[in-house]
Every structure is written in structure tokens, then in C-alpha cells.
């Protein structure tokens, strides 16, 4: 199947000493053909569990400020800022000895080990959070946030980037991107409608569960991680005559 794209364009020329102008259709064709971008099934499983992941937790952007007003009584901007701060600075620089590590091991198996744990990890903080009561705690619930991003943006992109279609580098990247970002736009608004009429408990349990469900989505086909093992049997068999020596 091929999309083709037509534009119009008008065009002004300069001819002699004045301007003539006139208007002419130029038309110009580009042509995708579908069927040539093909991705593989690991980057579609992980392009999934990026959404169920990363768009659980756009359930909760927008209302974060909200949620520690609502919840901690001697909530102040300097405090939301805090948080915030303290989750960016864990995750940023956590994240470089993560990946170092991570690249001098080889294989894979190490990557999809981080990915488990940061997706079970961030499960169990979004409900750490609707236990908080606390300064103290809202810091230390936003620490241990940022430890899980820090394992998951290193380990899920490790991962992904070696299982692109070397020809269409920018297009599978894009399509996470923008998968992504519609979801965002969609859990943002769907957040507000969950915390207006069920609470922020309700939100919360349900960024939880979609964590949860991207572990269990890839721990479902580790296969497409870890192939299945080869036979050890040699694939160079002796041909020689049984008789040759008689």
C-alpha cells in the first residue's frame, strides 16, 4: 500500500525590469510505501510497554502540585518544587553509572533484568505515594521515583536501539515519540477526570497498575529478548566412508 502526497504551489517569477506575476501549478509526488516500514517485534513490545508505562504516570503530571497540597497540610511551592527536584537530580545522575554498567556487560539479559525491576519498582511507589503524610516522606517516596527512572531510561533504551530497522532509525524513534505524546495528552485529561470524580487514591492505583502491566508484558515474552538456545549438536558431521581404513 503507498500513500501519495500532492501539493500545489503558487510560484511568483521576475522577468525584465518588473515583476510579472502569475500563478502555476507545480505538482510534486512523494510516495511511502508501507509495506517497507517493517518493525520487528521487539520494538512493538517495547513500544507498547512504553505507553502502558509512561502514560500511566501522565495520569498523575499535571495533579502532582494538587496532590501534595491536598495532601500534606504545610504543603508549599518550596516544597513541590523540592520533590520535583529531588526526583530529577536522583534520576539524572543515577541513570550514567546505570548505563555504563549496563553497556559493559554483554547481552541483553542484564538490560531486560533493570527494565523488570524499574517498571515493579515504580509500581509500588505510585501506591508509596497515597501513603505519604509527610514532608520527609514525600521526599523519600520522590527519591525512590527517581531510582526507578533512572533504571528504566537506560535499560529500556539500550534495548530498543539495538533492535531498529538500521534503515528506519528516525522513523521508529518518532513512532515512540509520538506514541508517547498522544498518550500523554490523553492521561492528562483522563487523570483530572479520574482525581475530579474518584480521588487522587484512585489515580494512583491506576498508575500502578499499568507499571505492573508493562512488567508483565515483557516478562510475558522474554523469548523476543532472549531467543531461544541454539543446539549444541555440531552442524559439521564426518562423512568419511566407514571402510576407508579396511
Known sequence: MAIRLRYHLKVKR????GYNNYNCCMKMKLTIDLQELKISRVVKFLVVSDLLFLGGWGLIG???????FDTIPQATMLIVGGATAI???TKSI?????AIFLDRVVGEKDDFYALLISLILSGFVAMSFL????VNGLFFVSFLQGIAFAFYTPSWSGIFSRHLDKEHYAYEWSLDSTTIGIAYGITALLGGVIAQYFGFQAVYISVALLSFSSAILLFSV???VFPKGVSR???IRDHTPMNINR
Open 233 to 235: 549438536e555440531s552442524l
Open 131 to 134: 501513603l505519604v503524610k509527610t
Open 94 to 98: 543515577l541513570q550514567l553509572p546505570v
Open 14 to 17: 521576475l522577468c525584465g525590469r
Open 62 to 68: 499535571p495533579l502532582f502540585a494538587i496532590f501534595i
Open 222 to 224: 522474554p523469548d523476543l
Open 87 to 89: 526526583y530529577w537530580f
